[in-house]
C-alpha cells in the first residue's frame, strides 16, 4: 500500500509539472512552442532517466535509488522555479531526469512484491497510481485559480517528500543494509 501511496504522489508530482509548466513558462515570456519544446527535453530528461535510473537502482538497490532520486529532483525544482535563463532551462531538465526516473524502478518492486500477481502489480502501479496522480492534478488546478499558478508549482516538492517517506516504510529489504552485513 505504501509503494502503490508513493507512485501516486509522484505521479501527482509529474503530472502536475506537465500541466503548469507550460502556462508558467508562457508567463516567462516564452511563446506556446518554446514553452513545450521545454517541457518535451524534460519528457525526454526523464525517459533516459528512467533507463539509467533502473541500471543504478539494479546495482545499488531499488528502495534507495527511489529515496534518492525522488529527493534529488527538488532542489532543480527549486532552481527551475527560482532561475532564469540557462540555469532554468538546466534545472528543469535535471529535475525531469531525477523525478521520471524511478517510475521503472517502482513498478520492478511491485512485481518483486507480489511475484505471483504481476498482472495486478503492474495494473496498480501503472493504471491506478498514475490514474488518481492525474487526478490530483485537478486540486492543484483549484490552487492555481485561487492563488497562482506559482502557488500551485510550489506543491510539487511536498508531493515529492511524501512519496520520500512513505518509500521508507514500503516493505522492501534495503540494499544497503544487506552489503553492510556482508
Known amino acids: 500500500a505504501s509503494l502503490f501511496a508513493a507512485s501516486t504522489l509522484r505521479a501527482w508530482a509529474v503530472f502536475t509539472a506537465i500541466a503548469f509548466f507550460p502556462p508558467f513558462l508562457i508567463s516567462r515570456g516564452f511563446d506556446l512552442f518554446s514553452a ?19 541500471i543504478i537502482a539494479d546495482a545499488y538497490g531499488k528502495k534507495e535509488f527511489t529515496i534518492v532520486s525522488l529527493l534529488c529532483s527538488v532542489p532543480f525544482l527549486f532552481l527551475f522555479l527560482g532561475s532564469t535563463g540557462i540555469v532554468s532551462y538546466l534545472a528543469l531538465i535535471v529535475f525531469g531526469f531525477f523525478l521520471w526516473s524511478s517510475f521503472a524502478v517502482t513498478v520492478a518492486m511491485s512485481h518483486e512484491i507480489l511475484p505471483s500477481r504481476v498482472g495486478r502489480a503492474s495494473g ?4 491506478v497510481a498514475i490514474g488518481a496522480g492525474g487526478i490530483g492534478v485537478a ?15 510550489y506543491t510539487i516538492p511536498v508531493l515529492i517528500a511524501g512519496a520520500a517517506v512513505l518509500m521508507l516504510i514500503v516493505r522492501y529489504p534495503w540494499n544497503i543494509l544487506d552489503r553492510a552485513r556482508h
Open 36 to 54: 513545450n519544446l521545454m517541457i518535451t527535453l524534460m519528457l525526454f530528461a526523464g525517459v533516459a532517466g528512467q533507463i539509467s535510473g533502473g
Open 124 to 127: 496498480l502501479m501503472l493504471g
Open 139 to 153: 486540486i492543484n488546478g483549484m490552487i492555481a485559480d485561487v492563488f497562482s499558478i506559482t502557488t500551485a508549482l
